[in-house]
C-alpha cells in the first residue's frame, strides 16, 4: 500500500512550527549517510554489486528513522475540497495538507520519503548520474534543516528493511510514480525556501557568499525534482501506456476536471514557479550588480532549468511516442479538433521559452 504523503498547507518551509523530538538528530545522521554515500557512489569508478551493496546498507541504515504513523492532532490534517484543482491532485497522487505542521512531523516524512527512495533505487533503470543529484539534494536540504540546530550525533542502529513497494508489476509502476512526486514535492519546497532566501538578500542586501550558496542549494534541489521525474518513469511505455495513464485518465474523469492532469494542479510546483518568476526579475534588475560567483550559480540554475525540460520531452517520446499528453487530449476533445504537436513537441517549444526567460543570464 502507498504511504500517504503529509505537507504544509501553504507549501513553505517558514510556517513550519518550531517543535523538534529527536528529528534532528535523524537528520545529522542521514546527513552523515548521504556524505558517505556520495563519496562511495560517486566517487569510484561503476562497479555493480559495490554499488547494489551500498544501496542496501544505506537502506539498512535508513530504516531506523523511519516512522510511518506521524503523530497530528485533532484538526491537523486538513479535509480535502474536491472542487479545488490542486486538492483533486493532492488526492490522486495520496498527498495530504497540514494545518500547523511543527519541524519534527516535516522532517520525519522527508525522512520517510528519502528511506522509501533509497529502498527502490536499486531495482530501477535510473543512470547512477540522475541518482547523485538527488544525493545532492538531500544533501542541501540536510544543511538547510540542520543550520542553527544544535545536534548531538547519535547512533541508529540498522533495522531490517521495511519494503514498501508492491511485487505486483502494475502496482509498483503505480508505487513509483506517486512516490516520485512525493519527492518531487519535497525537494520543490526546499528549492523554493532557498529562492526566497536569496530574493531577501537581493532586495535587502546580504554577502555575496551566503547568497551564492542560496542560489546553489536552490539549483540542486530543483535539480533533483528533475531525477525524482526518472525515478518515477521506470518503467516500459507499454506500462505507461496500459498502466499510468488510464488511471490517471480514471481519477480525471472521476473528478470531472476540463482537461487532463497537468503541472498547473500540482500545488508546489506552482509556489515554486511564482518565486522563481521574482527571482529571475530581480536578479535581471541588479545584474549589473552582482560579482562573478553570484552569477556562476544563476547560470548554475538556468543550465538545470533547461535541461529539466529536454529531459521531460525525452521521457515524453520515450512513454508516448508521437501521441499526446493527457493535457492536450483534454483541450483537443474541448475544441472539436485533434491537436497536431505530439506531447514531446510540447515540451520541447516550453524548453524554447526557458531559453528565452532566461536569455539576459548570458548578456543575450
Known amino acids: 500500500m502507498m504511504n500517504q504523503c503529509y505537507l504544509p498547507v501553504h507549501s513553505s518551509i517558514k510556517e513550519l512550527n518550531q517543535a523538534y523530538g529527536n528529528e534532528i538528530a535523524k537528520v545529522q545522521f542521514f546527513h552523515n549517510k548521504v556524505e558517505q554515500h556520495i563519496d562511495q557512489l560517486l566517487g569510484q569508478t561503476y ?7 551500498a544501496f542496501s546498507e544505506f537502506s539498512a541504515a535508513l ?22 484543482k490542486f486538492d483533486i491532485y493532492d488526492k490522486y497522487f495520496e498527498v495530504n495538507r497540514v494545518n500547523e505542521m511543527t519541524f519534527g512531523q516535516f522532517i520525519q516524512q522527508y525522512l520517510d520519503t528519502c528511506a522509501e527512495l533509497v529502498n527502490e533505487f536499486q531495482y530501477t533503470s535510473m543512470s547512477r548520474g540522475e541518482i547523485a543529484y538527488i544525493l545532492k539534494g538531500w544533501e542541501a536540504a540536510n544543511l538547510i534543516l540542520l543550520g542553527g540546530q544544535s545536534s548531538t550525533e547519535r547512533h541508529f542502529p540498522e533495522l531490517k528493511i521495511i519494503e514498501a ?31 526566497e532566501k536569496a530574493i531577501d538578500i537581493l532586495e535587502n542586501g546580504g554577502s555575496d557568499e551566503e547568497l551564492a550558496d542560496w542560489l546553489d542549494k536552490g539549483a540542486h534541489l530543483f ?13 516500459t ?5 496500459t498502466v499510468i495513464r488510464p488511471d ?15 503541472g498547473t494542479q500540482n500545488y508546489e510546483y506552482v509556489q515554486w514557479r511564482k518565486l522563481k518568476v521574482k527571482l529571475l526579475n530581480t536578479i535581471k534588475a541588479k545584474q549589473e550588480n552582482l560579482s562573478e560567483s553570484v552569477m556562476e550559480k544563476v547560470e548554475l540554475f538556468r543550465t538545470y532549468y533547461l535541461e529539466d525540460m529536454h529531459i521531460h520531452s525525452i521521457i515524453a517520446g520515450r512513454m508516448v511516442g508521437i501521441e499526446k499528453s493527457l493535457l492536450q487530449a483534454g483541450i483537443s476533445a474541448k475544441k472539436g479538433k485533434p491537436m497536431k504537436v505530439t506531447a514531446g513537441d510540447m515540451l520541447r517549444m516550453m524548453a524554447g521559452m526557458r531559453d528565452k526567460e532566461t536569455a539576459f543570464i548570458m548578456g543575450k
Not at 519527492?183 to 520543490?188: D, E, L, S, T, V
Not at 535539480?223 to 518503467?235: D, P, V, Y
Not at 511505455?237 to 501506456?241: E, G, P, Q, S
Open 47 to 53: 562497479v555493480l554489486p559495490e554499488v547494489l551493496q
Open 165 to 195: 513497494a508492491p511485487k505486483d508489476n502494475s502496482q509498483r509502476a503505480l508505487y513509483r510514480w506517486k512516490l516520485a512526486h512525493h519527492g518531487f514535492a519535497i525537494f520543490m519546497i526546499f528549492s523554493g525556501h532557498c529562492f
Open 63 to 84: 530504516a531506523a528513522l523511519l516512522n510511518p504513523d506521524i503523530p497530528f492532532q485533532a484538526g491537523q490534517v486538513r479535509e480535502k475540497d474536491m472542487t479545488n
Open 223 to 235: 535539480r533533483a525534482t528533475t531525477s525524482c521525474m526518472e525515478f518515477g518513469n521506470s518503467f
Open 237 to 241: 511505455a507499454t506500462v505507461y501506456k
Open 248 to 262: 490517471m485518465s480514471r481519477a480525471n474523469e472521476e473528478a470531472n476536471l476540463p482537461n487532463g492532469f497537468s
